[in-house]
């Protein structure tokens, strides 16, 4: 004889156990809730998959990715998280087969995200309206392409010896830390239209191709140190600061 569901506590353990088993943390209503958390649990094929290292593609609806979720997995060559909103510390650390990520709603992120996921191509977070962690992309060597276009500061070592980078631009960063664009060696234009409050010691240092910062705020950032642009070209004087023409001379007197 089949059993029935006859009280409030068993729809409550049903509901506790599919957060889980998923990492949802909100609140699950009959019957959309459940039909949808029931659907997000993987297979246990899934599930061994991901414990003997042979996954090779993610895609889930949870909402949270835990500390450490896929660490040192080097099978992962793919992320999808469309419903994601959290990402822990060190969640995709080593994953050196990983290329491509989608978090399209994360807006909370721990420190060293994607560190040494040295094949990652590119990371769009495009509503992400916080810090960028410490370490977030810490040696991607591939990586080429970043949009953050609500980041409101880069932090310490964010892309440390990401020697693929090109061009980035962050609109809405007021803040460039210590060490943020480390030996990104091809980099050779940044754009930061509201950095307002300091560039950060050795924030480009080594980033021999780095040709044009651009700090567009109509309000003067303090500078660290000088050796924020050491080993560049703006260093060695083939490179350009541009900044508003009202600030030239506010720039030229600064020390």
């Known amino acids: 004889m089949p059993d029935y569901i006859v009280s409030g506590e068993q729809l409550t353990a049903i509901a506790n156990a599919i957060r889980e088993k998923t990492g949802n943390t909100e609140s699950l209503t009959f019957p959309g809730g459940f039909t949808e958390g029931i659907s997000e649990i993987g297979t246990g094929g899934s599930v061994d998959a991901l414990i003997d290292g042979s996954m090779t593609e993610i895609n889930s609806n949870a909402t ?13 060559t793919s992320a999808n998280f469309p419903k994601a ?8 650390f080593g994953c050196t087969a990983l290329t491509s990520v989608n978090f399209p709603l994360a807006t909370d992120l721990d420190t060293g995200t994607f560190y040494g996921c040295s094949n990652l191509r590119s990371v769009s977070l495009p509503v992400y309206a916080k810090r960028l962690p410490s370490y977030f992309c810490r040696d991607c060597n ?21 020697s693929n980078l090109v061009k980035v631009c962050f609109p809405k960063a007021s803040q460039i830390v210590q060490h943020g664009f480390y030996r990104c060696s091809k980099l050779t234009i940044a754009d930061f239209p509201t950095v307002d409050i300091s560039v950060d010691s050795r924030a480009f240092y080594e980033c021999s191709a780095l040709s044009s910062l651009i700090l567009r705020s109509s309000n ?3 500078l ?20 508003p023409a009202a600030l030239v001379d506010t720039y030229k007197a600064a020390t």
């Open 224 to 243: 660290a140190n000088i050796d924020a642009f050491s080993r560049t070209k703006i260093a060695s004087g083939t490179g350009y600061i541009y900044v």
């Open 64 to 76: 949270v990715v835990k500390d450490n979720a896929f660490y040192n997995h080097s099978t992962i």
């Open 220 to 222: 003067m950032p303090s």
């Open 85 to 92: 909103k959290s990402i822990g510390q060190y969640a995709f």
């Open 142 to 162: 591939k990586l080429s392409s970043v949009n953050l276009p609500l980041a409101l500061d880069v932090s310490a070592y964010s892309f440390y010896n990401c």
